[in-house]
């Protein structure tokens, strides 16, 4: 079974406080992801990466960076973190070539206050 | 881009019926459609997916017949259990864009005694 790392698992934080959620992934997947996910919005796609030292933007970037410094490591940093960002957040990795399947982390519950 | 819609917001049933969950999707590619599962404080697994069109795909006595024709990828099951109990989510993988994945709104499945 693939393993998808991440922590913290919960988070309080404070307006306009700086976040970082990390992702460690021992699966040897290229490819990484960060997802959202609010009630009635499913999961939504903040950033991805498929390479080392490279990070892409997903579908609801904004407020959000990433940064992938190994195969193994995908973070997310909210660098001034709003009411709005009171979600939970998915690490996922995934392997390279179509159609194959994402494998989620436990998911970091964030609240800002 | 692409989105995929999930009509049931929630569906309870009580054991033993079957249970029928619609997706519909847009893509102006072809189909890589998924079904995720998630049971309560959990993450989200693959529950099952399909690019063969008018071919059943089984899982855990889910399954899910891929429709091109009407875009249409509903999951089933002929007698449901307490234990499916979860949030389904129906997904769709873009082939050309490692393999992120654009996700519905999920229905939740209530199954009662």
């Known amino acids: 079974e693939a393993a998808v790392t991440q922590s913290p698992r919960s988070k309080v934080a404070v307006t306009g406080g700086k976040v970082t959620l990390s992702c460690h992934q021992t699966?040897?997947?290229?490819?990484m992801y960060w997802y959202r996910q609010d009630t009635g919005h499913g999961l939504r796609l903040i950033h991805y990466?498929?390479?080392?030292?490279?990070?892409e933007k997903g579908d609801i970037p904004d407020g959000y960076k990433a940064s992938r410094p190994s195969q193994e490591n995908f973070s997310l940093i909210l660098e001034l973190a709003s009411l709005s960002q009171t979600a939970v957040y998915f690490c996922?990795?995934?392997?390279?070539?179509?159609?194959?399947?994402?494998?989620f982390g436990a998911g970091t519950r964030l609240s800002v206050l | 881009g692409d989105s995929v819609t999930q009509t049931e917001g929630l569906v309870t049933l009580t054991k033993g019926l079957p249970v029928m969950l619609n997706c519909t999707y847009q893509?102006?590619?072809?189909?890589?459609p998924f079904w995720y599962v998630q049971h309560l404080n959990e993450a989200p697994k693959l529950l099952l997916k399909?690019?063969?069109?008018?071919k059943r795909t089984e899982h855990q006595g889910f399954y899910a017949t891929l429709h091109k024709s009407s875009s249409s990828f509903h999951l089933q099951k002929s007698s449901v259990q307490l234990s499916d109990s979860a949030l389904y989510f129906c997904?769709?993988?873009?082939?050309?864009?490692?393999?992120?994945?654009?996700f519905g709104a999920g229905t939740r499945l209530a199954v009662c005694p």
């Open positions: 893509t102006t590619y072809s189909p890589f």
């Open positions: 399909s690019s063969t069109d008018n």
């Open positions: 997904a769709l993988s873009d082939p050309g864009s490692f393999n992120k994945l654009t």
């Open positions: 990466s498929y390479v080392a030292d490279s990070t």
């Open positions: 699966n040897n997947h290229d490819y």
């Open positions: 996922a990795s995934s392997d390279w070539g179509a159609q194959n399947t994402l494998y």
